[in-house]
């Protein structure tokens, strides 16, 4: 038997063009640059980028940028096998403008449909699956059919095995963007919230690990304060309940009773998109790892801060030498922001 999948990510992908001018409208912006995106997608590089061996479950247009999106996994070391193409619909294009230190603004080019919805049950690998030591998948995968079935295939997947207890974690990243719910319309979190809910609380009793911010958690759990949020989803099924709260830090709280509250790690921040991702596969190394949730939420802070300190997202991952080095002096300094080569990544 083939060795398993250290991590096996599942959902969004596509092709981020960020603009290299900063605090300049979209409307205004000359020059872009062109990078690998997708949350799932981005913590299987990060995850990759620290050393761990990660695949991801997705799909692509049958065009030019999907070309491009399995030359740059595979030169991030993510294996593409299940990396198919769609025929109908185009590879997805995300926009954002840069207005350092906390507006970052998403233009999604997802329609008619995203090919990363249309992932059907009947074509996952549920023993590659089954077998990785962790399983990564999102609420937005939840939005749609097929990708929803397939999603919740996966999930029954690993929860029915009678091997679970022997894998590492099923992550749960709620991932709440009303945008892509309802087949992509316009409406309000408040419009698709309660469908969401149902479908979370369902995708939850798979899970063993929960990882939101404050409105993914409320949207999930109907809880904001952080505390609450982490007992509703320990409630709804959860082992270990993750709630990121921006420059207050992260809430770690696990079944067994042991809490980590964490501060973050000072930065200047350049492009907080993709610091969350970073977080994401810095997570999955430390479960990975066998380390105290303490331990994993200060990497994962640092993680995330690296990235938050650069322009890009999957090609701004840290290494694992990056991250120590942030911890020991304490915060992201220029030199890390700069990333190892000494040219902002």
Partial sequence: MPEPYDVITMGRIGVDLYPLEIGVPLARVETFGKFLGGSPTNVAVAAARLGRRTALITRTGRDAFGDYLHQELRGFGVDDRWVTEVEDYPTPVTFCEIFPPDDFPLHFYRQPKAPDLEIHPSELDLDAVRDARIFWMTGTGLSAEPSRAATLAALRARSESPARESRTATVFDLDWRPMFWDGGGHGSAGDHGSVARARYREALAHATVAVGNIDECAIATGEREPHAAARALLAAGVELAVVKQGPKGVLAVHRD???????????????????????????????????????????????????????????????????????????????????PSGAAS
């Fill in 257 to 339: 009773g042991s809490t980590a509250d964490v501060e973050p790690l000072p930065v200047e921040v350049v492009n907080g998109l993709g610091a969350g991702d970073a977080f994401g596969g810095a997570l999955c190394h430390g479960l990975l790892a066998g380390w105290d949730i303490a331990r994993i939420m200060r990497y994962a802070n640092a993680a995330g801060a690296i990235v938050a300190s650069r322009i890009a997202c999957s090609s701004a991952m840290p290494f694992p030498d990056e991250v120590e080095r942030a911890l020991a002096e304490g915060a992201v300094t220029a030199d890390i922001a700069a990333g």
